[in-house]
């Protein structure tokens, strides 16, 4: 059983601090990761995604990976309350095939 | 009209009734897929079509029905569901077919179901 452990939190940070998000992957042949963000009854928006070790910056968020550990993170910089939400990882298997498996999220909560 | 689209947004219908969910894209994407969303699990992968054919069947019961009559649109037609298959119901489209791994997936806003 392919598994992706995400801590179900909630994470909570002070406005202008720092997030960190954290995901970890059973499948050592998975090759390409996804960041959603889903605010409470709505759909996942993507936020990011990696496919290389190592950093991927966009704006206020930085994806980062790590195939030999089996980690990948999400960091977001000067939180905001709107980024309250809760983070989905999603990884995609290797070996063809468009197939993503989901972490069960991790809920943040910015406080002001 | 943008992106993923999905109708009704929200649903309830008793056990022995036949409905059927319907999702369209608007992003010329070649994949489309059912997901289910129940509260404290994962989401769940249903269904994968890629150019119109049926890649991935996730081990659903035969009373979801999937299809695909085109690259734009996917269906999911229910009948005899049990209380445990009220969930949010989410389609999302890719760009690529079958076989790519960078393929980034967009969700429509999904649609409630009650099953009483």
């Known amino acids: 059983q392919k598994e992706v452990e995400q801590n179900s939190g909630p994470l909570s940070v002070p406005e202008g601090a720092i997030a960190s998000l954290n995901c970890t992957y059973s499948?050592?042949?998975?090759?390409?990761f996804f960041w959603y963000r889903q605010y409470s009854g709505k759909s996942p928006e993507l936020i990011m995604f990696i496919y290389s070790n190592g950093d991927k910056e966009d704006g206020r968020f930085t994806a980062q990976l790590n195939k030999a550990s089996q980690y990948v993170s999400l960091l977001i910089r000067d939180s905001q309350p709107s980024d309250s939400a809760t983070y989905l990882c999603?990884?995609?298997?290797?070996?063809?095939?468009?197939?993503?498996?989901f972490g069960t999220g991790t809920q943040l909560k910015v406080e002001l | 009209e943008t992106g993923v689209t999905q109708t009704p947004r929200h649903l309830v219908m008793g056990m022995t009734n036949k409905k059927s969910l319907k999702c369209e894209q608007h992003l010329g994407h070649n994949a489309m897929y059912w997901y289910k969303q129940s509260a404290k699990k994962p989401l769940e992968l249903m269904f994968v079509?890629?150019?119109?054919?049926?890649?991935e069947n996730n081990s659903v019961p035969s009373r979801f029905s999937p299809e695909c009559p085109n690259s734009s649109h996917l269906f999911l037609h229910l009948h005899t569901l049990q209380p445990e298959d009220s969930a949010l119901y989410l389609c999302?489209?890719?760009?690529?077919?079958?076989?790519?791994?960078?393929?980034?997936?967009?969700f429509g806003p999904g649609t409630r179901l009650t099953v009483l």
């Open positions: 999603a990884v995609n298997e290797g070996g063809g095939g468009n197939k993503l498996t």
């Open positions: 999302a489209s890719s760009p690529g077919g079958a076989g790519g791994l960078y393929n980034e997936q967009f």
């Open positions: 499948d050592r042949g998975s090759q390409s």
């Open positions: 079509y890629s150019l119109e054919e049926r890649v």
